[in-house]
């Protein structure tokens, strides 16, 4: 509850930053939607013409198609009502915010304008335990690899996702119909979604080390962990035909010890 106040919260702040009230005279309507955890990098889906604008469409600001080598990201996402029909627009900016607004999502394909180079290793140097903050690196490094390639971080996913996490269930021990049925983000039908889970990463070895097995590479900045989750989540979007997601990865167990492991929850759209 408190996590979606602060969300409600820092959509008012945005609103408010860009002038936005709901008193304006306006055809949309804003159902639901806040602030993406993680910012997600989109470019034009072709080179027509599309207006970055106020929520309510009131307003434009700039033409997509002036920037056809843009990388937009954006930080919100929204349901809005028009016309009887419900559609999802999200807020974007340009790296540098000098240029932002908001915009159907269709207009946009997921991933940077310029095809990222794929790293040899995740540079990540785990302890023993792994830390907070290195858990955090680890979900960066999966998200950012994701990004890269086309797949959408799903805020009304993430909804689903967390009922899971914070109740220490997973898609095994409560199927999905229910915990769709417990959390209803709208915009979403439940036929659309599909999930799958992992009590444990099978031969965590070979996805640090797929050459000669060295866990300890994960110290050191050139094991590929990270990567390699990001391969098998690929890999199940794929299968499911699916471009959006939400993910739980938690890291357990100790690298010194070789006792380092992980569990995985992923709902895809």
């Not at 959006?244 to 010890?257: R, V």
């Amino acid at each position: 509850m408190f996590h979606k106040f602060r969300l409600s919260l820092a959509v008012a702040v945005l609103a408010s930053l860009m002038g936005i009230t709901t008193a304006s005279a306006s055809s949309y309507t804003w159902i639901s939607g806040g602030a993406l955890v993680f910012p997600q990098a989109y470019h034009n889906r072709s080179s027509a013409t599309h207006y970055l604008m106020n929520w309510q469409h009131t307003r434009k600001y700039h033409n997509i198609k002036n920037y056809p080598h843009t990388t937009w990201y954006a930080t919100y996402s929204v349901i809005l009502s028009h016309k009887n029909k419900h559609a999802e627009y999200v807020y974007v900016t340009n790296q540098r915010h000098q240029v932002g607004g908001w915009i159907w999502h269709g207009f946009l394909a997921p991933g940077t304008a310029t095809k990222q180079a794929a790293p040899a290793s995740d540079g990540l140097h785990l302890s023993s335990p792994v830390t907070y903050n290195q858990q955090n690196q680890f979900d960066r490094v999966v998200r950012t690899k994701l990004q890269d390639d086309g797949y959408v971080y799903s805020s009304p996913l993430a909804m689903i996702m967390d009922y899971y996490w914070s109740n220490d269930l997973t898609p095994q021990t409560l199927p999905l119909a229910d915990a769709f049925k417990i959390e209803h983000p709208k915009g979403l039908q439940l036929s659309q979604l599909s999930a799958t889970s992992l009590d444990k990463l099978p031969n965590i070895t070979h996805w640090i080390d797929p050459k000669n097995g060295n866990q300890q590479l994960e110290a050191t900045g050139n094991g590929q962990l990270a990567l390699s989750m990001a391969t098998y989540v690929e890999q199940q979007l794929q299968a499911h035909h699916a471009t959006q997601y939400a993910l739980w990865s938690p890291l357990s167990g100790k690298l010194s010890q070789k006792t380092l492991n992980g569990h995985l929850i992923l709902i895809m759209r």
